[in-house]
T-cell receptor
């Protein structure tokens, strides 16, 4: 079945440093979604990318969807302590056989002041 | 307020005692899904539903049942809970299957 891999598993940065997490799927995705989960909280939807090569920005966050629609990245510029949490990518396979949103295992980001 | 409501938030139960975790959404979403989250394993899909009376298995459906008799409700049923079902459970809903999901606050279940 489809597998979604994320790297790194953990990242510890100093406040102000940049951060990037990568997401790779074993199959082509119809779209890629990114979520953030704060410690003790629930996943919160951040953004969805649909088109091959698409790039979207939300303030300091930049999201990219690969040309082959099998990989994606999330880059945070100048991290802040409020960025602490686990970032998940998720994507449904690009097929008509049904629907199942598979999540990567996430990248846990720790930001120290 | 648009939200997904799960109950209970915390539950401790004994092996074999049937339980139901309720999930309700007020956004008229078609798709609903249940996930369990375990350390090191991320979020794994248990069951999902594409509409009323339409459900399908996710990656880890063993030991769970679901039903979708109404659009807003999607309860998760554990007929005979076992300790390996101790986990954090999330219900989520989406307007359409390929849109972003809204998650509930979670249910932390402990089976002893």
């Amino acid at each position: 079945g489809q597998q979604v891999m994320q790297i790194p598993q953990y990242q510890h940065v100093q406040e102000g440093e940049d951060f990037t997490t990568y997401c790779n799927s074993s199959t082509t995705l119809s779209n890629i979604q990114w979520y953030k989960q704060r410690p003790g909280g629930h996943p919160v939807f951040l953004i969805q990318l649909v088109k091959s090569g698409e790039v979207k920005k939300q303030k300091r966050l930049t999201f990219q969807f690969g040309e082959a629609k099998k990989n994606s990245s999330l880059h945070i510029t100048a991290t802040q302590t409020t960025d602490v949490g686990t970032y998940f990518c998720a994507g449904p396979p690009d097929s008509n056989s049904g629907y199942a949103l598979n999540f990567g295992k996430g990248t846990s980001l720790l930001v120290t002041p | 307020e648009a939200q997904v409501t799960q109950n209970p938030r915390y539950l401790i139960t004994v092996t074999g005692k049937k339980l139901t975790v309720t999930c309700s959404q007020n956004m008229n979403h078609e798709y609903m899904s249940w996930y369990r989250q375990d350390p090191g394993l991320g979020l794994r899909q248990i069951y999902y539903s594409m509409n009323v009376e339409v459900t399908d298995k996710g990656d880890v459906p063993e030991g769970y049942k679901v039903s979708r008799k109404e659009k807003r409700n999607f309860p998760l049923i554990l007929e005979s809970p076992s300790p390996n079902q101790t986990s954090l459970y999330f219900c989520a809903s989406s307007l359409r299957g390929l849109y972003g999901y809204t998650f509930g606050s979670g249910t932390r279940l402990t089976v002893v």
